[in-house]
C-alpha cells in the first residue's frame, strides 16, 4: 500500500485530530545531523501541528517551513514568532573548526535563540550538550545522577562551548519570566557522528592508560531524537542525561570490537598528546583522552520515569559504530590515507605517541631553517 503524499499527509495533520491541538516545533540546525533527522521524525507526527526548520541552507524535509538564516542573526525572532517550542540544534562541535570560531558560533548562536525565543513568546526551548560536561574523573559514581554536579573542564574539544551553553540555560529563565529551559546530555553520541570518541574506535589499538578505569556507554542518534521529542511534547523536563542502559567495562569493548590494547603510562600518553595537538598533528587536545580514561556513565532516570526507554543497547549500538568506521585509520586523532595507514600498521598510535618528542624537535628545526 502505498504512503499519501506528503504535501497531502502534512496538510492533514495540520487540520486535524491531535496535530491540530499539538505545538508547532521549531528546530535550528535542522538541514543535517541530529537537527534533520528530528526534524523529520516531528514533521511525521501526528502529535506534532507544525515543523519550522531554520537553518542556512535548506534541507530534505519538505513537510517542514524552511527560513535559511544564521542563528546569529537577530532576526531570527521574527521566523520564531507562533512557535511554542523551539530545540536549538545549530552547534558547531567540528574536530576541525578553529576553536575561537567554534565558541563564538556556538555561544553566540545560542544567546540569540534564548533571547529571539523570549521576545517571539515561544514557551520552551530544548537545548542539546553532553553527558561530558559531568566531567570524566576517577571518582564518579557509576551511574551519574542528572543533578550531578557538573565538573567537566574547558580542556576537551567543545566542552568549554557546552559548559557556557549549559551556564545560558540556567541564566535565560530568571532573565526571560516564563520562559522554560530543558537540557538534554546525550552520552557518546553515534551515528552518522565524528567526535574525537568515535575515532578511538578507528586506531589500530584501542589506547588504554595505566591505572585507568574506562567505561563506555553509547547514545544512538534515534534515541537522542526520541528524548528531544519527548521534551518538546512536554513529557519531560530539567535536565535530561539519555543513554544505552548500563556501560560496557574496557574488556567487553576490546571483546566485542576485536580491537586489542595498547596499554601506556598516563605521563607518556598525556604528554605525548599535548604535545602532538600542540604543533598541529592532531585535532584533539590532551583533554580528550580524559574521557577514554574515567567513567562518565549517566542515569537517564529522569527520562525512564517519564516512559522513555532506549531502542538501542550499548552492544548494539558499538557494532554500529564500528561498521561506520570500517575502512577509516586513525592514529593519535589524526586521520590517515589508505597509503599511510597501511605503511603506519598496527604499530602506527605506538609511534606517533612515543614518537612525539622526535616530531617535536623535527618540526622546531624545520621552523629554524625556513
Same mark, same amino acid.
Given at each position: 500500500m502505498?504512503?499519501?503524499d506528503?504535501q497531502?499527509?502534512?496538510?492533514?495533520?495540520?487540520?486535524?485530530?491531535?496535530?491540530?491541538r499539538g505545538?508547532?516545533?521549531?528546530?535550528?540546525?535542522?538541514?543535517?545531523?541530529?537537527?534533520?533527522l528530528?526534524?523529520?521524525?516531528l514533521?511525521?507526527?501526528?502529535e506534532?501541528?507544525?515543523?519550522?526548520?531554520?537553518?542556512?541552507?535548506?534541507?530534505?524535509?519538505?513537510?517542514?517551513?524552511w527560513?535559511?538564516l544564521?542563528?546569529?542573526?537577530?532576526?531570527?525572532?521574527?521566523?520564531?514568532?507562533?512557535?511554542?517550542?523551539?530545540?536549538?540544534?545549530?552547534?558547531?562541535?567540528?574536530?576541525?573548526?578553529?576553536?575561537?570560531a567554534r565558541?563564538?558560533?556556538n555561544?553566540?548562536?545560542?544567546?540569540t535563540?534564548?533571547?529571539?525565543?523570549a521576545?517571539?513568546?515561544?514557551?520552551?526551548v530544548?537545548?542539546?550538550?553532553?553527558a561530558?560536561?559531568?566531567?570524566?574523573?576517577?571518582?564518579n559514581?557509576?551511574?551519574?545522577?542528572?543533578?550531578a554536579?557538573?565538573?567537566?573542564?574547558?580542556e576537551?574539544?567543545g566542552?568549554?562551548d557546552?559548559?557556557?551553553?549549559?551556564?545560558?540555560?540556567?541564566?535565560?529563565p530568571?532573565?526571560?519570566?516564563?520562559?522554560?529551559?530543558?537540557v538534554?546530555?546525550?552520552?557518546?553520541l553515534?551515528?552518522?557522528?565524528?567526535t574525537?570518541?568515535?575515532?578511538?574506535?578507528?586506531s589500530?589499538?584501542? &589506547?588504554?592508560?595505566a $591505572?585507568s !578505569? =574506562?567505561? +563506555?556507554?553509547?547514545?544512538? /542518534?534515534?534515541?537522542?531524537?526520541? #528524548?528531544?521529542?519527548y521534551?518538546?511534547?512536554e513529557?519531560?523536563e530539567?535536565e535530561?542525561?539519555?543513554?544505552?542502559d548500563?556501560?560496557?567495562?574496557?574488556?567487553?569493548?576490546?571483546?566485542?570490537?576485536?580491537?586489542?590494547?595498547?596499554?601506556?603510562p598516563?605521563?607518556?600518553a598525556?604528554?605525548?598528546a599535548?604535545?602532538l595537538?600542540?604543533?598541529g598533528?592532531?585535532p584533539?587536545?590532551?583533554?580528550?583522552?580524559?574521557?577514554t580514561?574515567?567513567?562518565?556513565?549517566?542515569?537517564?532516570?529522569? &527520562?525512564?520515569?517519564? $516512559?522513555? !526507554? =532506549?531502542? +538501542?543497547?550499548?552492544e548494539? /549500538?558499538?557494532?554500529?559504530?564500528? #561498521?561506520?568506521?570500517?575502512?577509516?585509520?586513525?592514529?593519535?586523532?589524526?586521520r590517515?590515507?589508505?597509503?599511510?595507514?597501511?605503511?603506519a600498521?598496527a604499530?602506527?598510535?605506538?609511534?606517533?605517541?612515543?614518537?612525539?618528542?622526535?616530531?617535536v624537535?623535527?618540526?622546531?628545526?624545520?621552523?629554524?631553517?625556513g
Amino acid at each position: 500500500m502505498s504512503s499519501p503524499d506528503p504535501q497531502v499527509r502534512a496538510a492533514r495533520n495540520r487540520s486535524t485530530g491531535a496535530a491540530a491541538r499539538g505545538p508547532v516545533v521549531a528546530v535550528t540546525g535542522a538541514a543535517q545531523g541530529v537537527g534533520a533527522l528530528l526534524t523529520a521524525r516531528l514533521a511525521a507526527s501526528d502529535e506534532i501541528k507544525q515543523v519550522v526548520a531554520i537553518d542556512e541552507r535548506r534541507g530534505e524535509c519538505d513537510d517542514a517551513t524552511w527560513h535559511i538564516l544564521d542563528v546569529r542573526d537577530p532576526a531570527i525572532a521574527e521566523k520564531l514568532r507562533g512557535a511554542d517550542v523551539v530545540v536549538h540544534l545549530a552547534l558547531d562541535l567540528d574536530l576541525g573548526s578553529e576553536a575561537a570560531a567554534r565558541t563564538a558560533y556556538n555561544v553566540r548562536g545560542t544567546q540569540t535563540v534564548l533571547t529571539a525565543a523570549a521576545a517571539a513568546g515561544v514557551r520552551r526551548v530544548v537545548l542539546c550538550t553532553s553527558a561530558m560536561v559531568y566531567g570524566a574523573l576517577p571518582d564518579n559514581e557509576l551511574p551519574l545522577a542528572e543533578d550531578a554536579e557538573l565538573r567537566a573542564t574547558a580542556e576537551a574539544t567543545g566542552v568549554g562551548d557546552l559548559l557556557e551553553i549549559e551556564r545560558l540555560a540556567r541564566r535565560a529563565p530568571r532573565a526571560h519570566p516564563g520562559l522554560n529551559v530543558t537540557v538534554v546530555r546525550p552520552a557518546t553520541l553515534v551515528g552518522g557522528t565524528d567526535t574525537a570518541l568515535t575515532r578511538y574506535f578507528e586506531s589500530p589499538r584501542l &589506547l588504554v592508560v595505566a $591505572g585507568s !578505569r =574506562p567505561a +563506555w556507554q553509547f547514545c544512538h /542518534v534515534d534515541d537522542l531524537c526520541g #528524548a528531544l521529542e519527548y521534551a518538546v511534547l512536554e513529557k519531560v523536563e530539567g535536565e535530561l542525561a539519555v543513554g544505552c542502559d548500563g556501560w560496557l567495562e574496557q574488556e567487553e569493548v576490546e571483546e566485542l570490537s576485536g580491537i586489542r590494547r595498547m596499554e601506556l603510562p598516563s605521563a607518556v600518553a598525556l604528554g605525548a598528546a599535548a604535545r602532538l595537538h600542540r604543533i598541529g598533528l592532531t585535532p584533539s587536545p590532551a583533554g580528550d583522552l580524559a574521557y577514554t580514561m574515567y567513567p562518565w556513565v549517566v542515569s537517564g532516570s529522569r &527520562l525512564h520515569a517519564a $516512559g522513555w !526507554r =532506549p531502542r +538501542w543497547t550499548n552492544e548494539e /549500538v558499538l557494532a554500529e559504530l564500528l #561498521a561506520e568506521v570500517d575502512g577509516r585509520h586513525t592514529v593519535a586523532g589524526r586521520r590517515l590515507g589508505r597509503k599511510d595507514a597501511t605503511a603506519a600498521g598496527a604499530a602506527g598510535a605506538t609511534v606517533a605517541l612515543l614518537g612525539a618528542a622526535a616530531v617535536v624537535r623535527r618540526a622546531r628545526k624545520v621552523r629554524r631553517r625556513g
